[in-house]
C-alpha cells in the first residue's frame, strides 16, 4: 500500500505543487522590488526623479516573474541610469514597504563598481537624475531614500520597514 501511494504521489506532485503556488498566490502574494545606494568614487549617490510620482529615489523597481532579484537590479539600473554593473552590488538588506502595501517588500543593494559613460537623457520614466553628495540630496528626496543612505554612509541602524 505504501509504495502504491508514492507512485500516486509522484505522479501528481507537479499538479499538486502548482495549485499550492496559487493558493499562496492567493493568500500569501508578495511583491518584491529591487533599488541600489550607487555610490561615484566621491561617494556622490546617484538618485532618480520620475514622472509618475513625485520626489527623488534610489533608483530601481519591481521585480519581474521568472526574474532573479539580481537580474532584476542589473535591468532597472541600465534602464533608469544607463549604469552597468562591472562588480558585484551587495545586498544592504530587505525592507517591508508597507506604504506601498502590507505586502511589499524592497531589496536594497550597495553599488560602487559600475560603469555610466553619460546621464541618460529624461525620458518618459525618468525626467531627471545624477549622482549628489548626501550633505546636498536634492528637495524632495523621500524619507525612505534618505533612511536608506543613512544606513549606507551614516552608519545608522538599519530599520526594517521602509518608512
Same mark, same amino acid.
Given at each position: 500500500m &505504501?509504495?502504491?501511494? %508514492? #507512485?500516486?504521489?509522484?505522479? $501528481?506532485?507537479?499538479?499538486? =505543487?502548482?495549485? $499550492?503556488?496559487?493558493?499562496?498566490?492567493? *493568500?500569501? &502574494?508578495?511583491?518584491?522590488?529591487? =533599488?541600489?545606494? !550607487?555610490?561615484?568614487?566621491? %561617494?556622490? !549617490?546617484?538618485?532618480?526623479?520620475?514622472?509618475y510620482v513625485s520626489g527623488w529615489y534610489l533608483p530601481g523597481g519591481g521585480v519581474d516573474f521568472g526574474e532573479t532579484m539580481a537580474h532584476a537590479l542589473r535591468r532597472e539600473l541600465k534602464e533608469e541610469g544607463d549604469i552597468d554593473l562591472i562588480g558585484d552590488a551587495v545586498l544592504h538588506g530587505i525592507f517591508l514597504n508597507s506604504h506601498v502595501s502590507r505586502r511589499d517588500h524592497v531589496a536594497v543593494y550597495v553599488v560602487r563598481q559600475f560603469s555610466q559613460d553619460r546621464l541618460?537623457?529624461? %525620458?518618459?520614466?525618468? *525626467?531627471?537624475?545624477? $549622482? $549628489?553628495?548626501?550633505?546636498?540630496?536634492?528637495?524632495?528626496?523621500?524619507? &525612505?531614500?534618505?533612511? =536608506?543612505?543613512?544606513? !549606507?554612509? &551614516?552608519?545608522?541602524?538599519?530599520?526594517? #520597514?521602509? =518608512?
Amino acid at each position: 500500500m &505504501g509504495e502504491r501511494l %508514492n #507512485t500516486i504521489r509522484r505522479k $501528481f506532485e507537479p499538479l499538486l =505543487r502548482r495549485i $499550492f503556488h496559487v493558493y499562496f498566490l492567493l *493568500v500569501r &502574494g508578495m511583491t518584491l522590488g529591487v =533599488r541600489a545606494v !550607487v555610490l561615484d568614487a566621491e %561617494n556622490r !549617490v546617484f538618485l532618480v526623479r520620475h514622472s509618475y510620482v513625485s520626489g527623488w529615489y534610489l533608483p530601481g523597481g519591481g521585480v519581474d516573474f521568472g526574474e532573479t532579484m539580481a537580474h532584476a537590479l542589473r535591468r532597472e539600473l541600465k534602464e533608469e541610469g544607463d549604469i552597468d554593473l562591472i562588480g558585484d552590488a551587495v545586498l544592504h538588506g530587505i525592507f517591508l514597504n508597507s506604504h506601498v502595501s502590507r505586502r511589499d517588500h524592497v531589496a536594497v543593494y550597495v553599488v560602487r563598481q559600475f560603469s555610466q559613460d553619460r546621464l541618460p537623457a529624461p %525620458n518618459h520614466e525618468i *525626467v531627471e537624475c545624477g $549622482f $549628489f553628495a548626501i550633505t546636498a540630496l536634492p528637495e524632495g528626496t523621500t524619507p &525612505g531614500t534618505r533612511l =536608506r543612505i543613512a544606513e !549606507v554612509l &551614516g552608519g545608522t541602524p538599519l530599520i526594517a #520597514t521602509w =518608512r
